[in-house]
């Protein structure tokens, strides 16, 4: 017989013996986690500089003020016109009835899409804790 055959052969079946092995228990949490690190979007609020942070903050609460002021003003001059008072009749006899049950079901099926996001987070993580960071 061939001698590096025997040989090859020897050298297979000893390692066919050796046990397989394994992988530490935590290999799995630091590449889920590290997946997690790389796939998440690196922007937003949080990484703006503190001063452009307090520049948008002001200019929201300066919006939102400037609606307020502007729509209370608004309302009391628009709500002395006929046109005003004939539109408000047909909102409360045609679309009012109709407006509230819109709304609670737009609610409960914006609830139902973020549990159903939650369940399936937690499935496709397989209720591994993910870190925001």
């Known amino acids: 017989?061939?001698?590096e055959l025997e040989l090859e052969r020897e050298i297979h079946d000893a390692l066919r013996r050796l046990p397989q092995p394994?992988?530490?228990r935590s290999l799995a949490p630091r590449v889920m986690h590290a997946i997690a690190a790389a796939t998440r979007p690196q922007a937003g609020w949080r990484?703006?500089?503190l001063h452009w942070q307090l520049l948008g903050l002001v200019v929201a609460?300066?919006?939102a003020i400037a609606l307020v002021i502007g729509?209370?003003?608004f309302t009391g001059w628009i709500g002395g016109l006929a046109t005003t008072r004939a539109l408000v009749t047909l909102w409360q006899t045609f679309l009012a009835p109709y407006t509230l049950p819109l709304l609670a079901l737009t609610v409960v099926m914006?609830?139902?899409s973020a549990l159903l996001a939650a369940a399936l987070k937690h499935v496709a993580w397989e209720g591994q804790e993910i870190s925001p960071s």
């Open 1 to 3: 017989m061939n001698p």
């Open 22 to 24: 394994r992988a530490p």
């Open 47 to 49: 990484l703006w500089a």
């Open 61 to 63: 609460c300066s919006t």
């Open 71 to 73: 729509g209370s003003l």
């Open 110 to 112: 914006c609830v139902a």
